[in-house]
């Protein structure tokens, strides 16, 4: 059985109200299948991924012609896969043999309604273009929303701070993250401040240009390690900025109290603990310790 309520089986018993009474309601796709044959088990994805994407619209039976002969008998079935589209009643169109999806499509457009586009929230949205790197559409859509509603969402404010950090107003992102209350987006809120924290940083540190001039005269130049890192950071390099922290952090663990091990944590933060690089620098880390 799918996990959708679009897809489902059907069988002698119940073949009448579940195909043929709901293609009064909307159209049902029978796939006529058995276990045995190869090009049925290639065309049901391609019609699982068709009825889902309908989302109501169409709905799809499956039909196992072993375990069905009734079914099978009563609709002529003399080839697998068979697939046949009912409506209103009666079987209005179908196909023999695996189809490619678009065929699949172009058969069932002339039948089936086309689903309502899904509404995407605004606040999606800004998530979208902010992960693109379309910072300054992503504020102005946020900003947008702030003037329709009277409370913003948290989730929303954090996401602006972290639009207004990106282009320099530093003051106004911690304001708006100091409005931030509750603690439910506590790891984004983290994730913001830690992004502040870099930016902040950075302002105040010399050029990549030089430190790296200083690294190159100097590979064991731990101040310059770390600032070229930061910098890194400021600019969402987070992989060469990691690697440069662990390699302090190994080579010089109490660098001023600590440090390469406190921002290796803060970039943790950042990321997430899903993304794939705080999964292997969070081991490598471990592994570094002990």
Partial sequence: MSATPYIFDA??????????????????????????????????????????????????????CDLEPDVVARFGIRSLPTVVLFKDGQPVDGFAGAQPESAI????????QTPPAEEVAPLETAQALFSEGRIGEAEALLAQLFAEEAEPAPAALILYARCLAERGALDDAQRT???????????????????????????????????????????????????????????????????????????NRGYADGLAHKTLLQVFDLLGNDHSLVTGYRRKLYQAIY
């Avoid at 499509?105 to 089936?112: D, E, I, Q, S």
């Fill in 105 to 112: 499509r172009a058969m069932l457009a002339p039948h089936v």
């Fill in 11 to 64: 069988s002698t018993l119940d073949f009448d109200q579940s195909v043929i009474q709901n293609s009064f309601h909307k159209p049902v796709l029978v796939d006529f299948w058995a276990d045995w044959c190869a090009p049925c088990k290639a065309l049901m994805p391609l019609l699982a991924k068709v009825a889902e994407e309908y989302r109501g619209e169409l709905l799809l039976a499956k039909v196992n």
């Fill in 177 to 251: 993250l100091d409005a931030v209350k509750g603690d439910e987006h506590k790891s984004a809120l983290a994730a913001a401040r830690a992004q502040l924290t870099f930016l902040r940083q950075a302002a105040d540190l010399p050029e990549v240009a030089e430190l790296k001039t200083r690294l190159a005269q100097n590979a064991d130049d731990d101040e310059a390690l770390y600032q070229l890192a930061v910098q890194q950071l400021a600019r969402q390099l987070h992989e060469p900025a990691l690697e440069a922290l662990l390699k302090l952090f190994m080579r």
